[in-house]
Structure formats: C-alpha cells, structure tokens
C-alpha cells in the first residue's frame, strides 16, 4: 500500500486545521501539528510603521504574484534551522502547478531578495514561510499580500504560529476553537488571488493604523 502524502491529502488537513512540518532539511518525516493557540495576521490589523510606509511609497522594488514559487520555497528554506524538507517542496510546488498554492515576490531589478509563500482553501491563506534577502523585504512582501488578500474577498490569514517578527506587524494569536470556527466560514467563501493585479504602493500604504 502506498502511504505517501500526496498533494490532495494535504489539502484535505489543511481544511481540517492541521498543516505539516519537518525537523531539519535532511528528515525524511513529517510531522502534524494543530496548536493549541494559532497565529493568524488580522487583515484589517496590520501594523503600517511610518517607515515602512515610507519605504513601499519611496522604494524601486517590483513585488510579483506567482512569478517565481520555485524561487520563494527555496530562498524560504535558505537558512541555517528549516522545516522545509524535499517533501514539502515537492508538494507544494505540485500543488502550485495546481493553482492551490502562490508566491509574492519582491525584486530589485532582475535579483529575487524577498518573498512569502502559501496555500489558498476558500477564503482563507495559509502562509507558510518569508524570507528577506534586504532590510524590509519580507516586511514589503507581507503588507502587499494583506492588501491583496483584502481586495481579493479574504478573511482568514493565517500564520500558524506568532513570532516577535508577525506580533510587531500586527499578528496574534487566537485559540484552535476560533480558528476553527474562522476557518469554517472561509471555507465557504471561493475568492481568487489571481483574479486581480497586485495592489499599488498607494493602497498598500492604506494599510497603516494610528499605531507606529
């Protein structure tokens, strides 16, 4: 009997709320997991710093949608710790080519320095993982997928966990019973991230709040 996971089998935990991880690189299993207390980026909460909505209005990146999954998966598992093994690469690259999985992409000139990638299920994103190759990149990444998100009729972000990073951009975290029930109501939802352009640097710049 084959027991390998397989792209529709990941989609289907996914909808159930659990989502997979690796030990290192080099592990040959994953491991599910579904926390006691989820991180999610609230999309009417982002945290806009005034420099880093000066940064999007004054910067000479272009920021992408799908134009390089490869390249975002890879530049995401570049580090010294990742959970990202060659099974989870496979898969979500399969289900890419699927049109379930996306990438953003930052770039200064024709050089990839930042991204984030995840998974679409109805109304909800399920981000896996950023990287930065600059200062602000994957800063610059994640504000232009929640206003792309926002624009796209999304209501769930989710971040799996809450790191020091997504708290100071706004993250928290909510209990596995309301992320379940959040998850719930935008699996009804069947918004499409590619149906409309990226958002430009000025609505993007909406994003901020009275904090800073």
Same mark, same amino acid.
């Given at each position: 009997?084959?027991?390998?996971?397989?792209?529709?089998?990941?989609?289907?935990?996914?909808?159930?709320?659990?989502f997979?991880?690796?030990?290192?690189r080099?592990?040959?299993?994953?491991?599910?997991?579904?926390?006691?207390?989820?991180?999610?980026?609230?999309?009417?909460g982002?945290?806009?710093?005034?420099?880093?909505?000066?940064?999007?209005?004054?910067?000479s990146?272009q920021v992408?949608?799908?134009?390089?999954?490869?390249?975002?998966?890879?530049?995401?598992?570049?580090?010294?710790?990742t959970?990202?093994?060659?099974?989870?690469?496979?898969?979500?690259?399969?289900?890419?080519r699927?049109g379930?999985?996306?990438?953003?992409?930052?770039?200064?000139?024709?050089?990839?320095?930042?991204?984030?990638?995840?998974?679409?299920?109805?109304? @909800?994103?399920? %981000?896996?993982?950023?990287? !930065? &190759?600059?200062?602000?990149?994957?800063?610059?990444a994640? /504000?232009y997928?929640? #206003?792309?998100?926002?624009?796209?009729?999304?209501?769930?972000?989710d971040?799996?966990?809450l790191?020091?990073?997504? @708290?100071?951009? %706004?993250?928290?975290?909510? !209990? &596995?019973?309301?992320?379940?029930?959040?998850?719930?109501? /935008?699996?009804?939802? #069947?918004?499409?991230?590619?149906?409309?352009?990226?958002?430009?640097?000025?609505?993007?710049?909406?994003?901020?709040?009275?904090r800073?």
């Amino acid at each position: 009997m084959d027991l390998r996971l397989t792209p529709r089998m990941l989609l289907e935990a996914y909808r159930q709320g659990a989502f997979p991880m690796a030990e290192s690189r080099d592990a040959k299993v994953l491991y599910w997991f579904d926390p006691t207390l989820r991180g999610i980026m609230p999309l009417d909460g982002f945290h806009m710093t005034r420099s880093l909505a000066r940064h999007i209005r004054d910067m000479s990146w272009q920021v992408t949608l799908n134009r390089d999954f490869e390249g975002v998966i890879e530049g995401c598992a570049d580090r010294d710790t990742t959970w990202i093994n060659a099974e989870i690469n496979d898969l979500f690259t399969a289900l890419h080519r699927m049109g379930h999985a996306h990438s953003l992409e930052v770039w200064d000139g024709g050089t990839l320095i930042g991204g984030i990638y995840g998974l679409a299920i109805g109304g @909800a994103f399920c %981000g896996e993982s950023m990287f !930065s &190759r600059r200062p602000n990149a994957s800063k610059v990444a994640l /504000a232009y997928l929640v #206003a792309h998100l926002r624009r796209s009729g999304f209501v769930l972000f989710d971040t799996q966990y809450l790191n020091d990073h997504l @708290a100071r951009l %706004g993250g928290v975290e909510i !209990s &596995r019973m309301d992320y379940r029930k959040r998850l719930s109501e /935008a699996l009804k939802l #069947a918004p499409d991230i590619t149906a409309r352009p990226l958002p430009q640097a000025q609505e993007v710049m909406q994003l901020r709040t009275h904090r800073s």
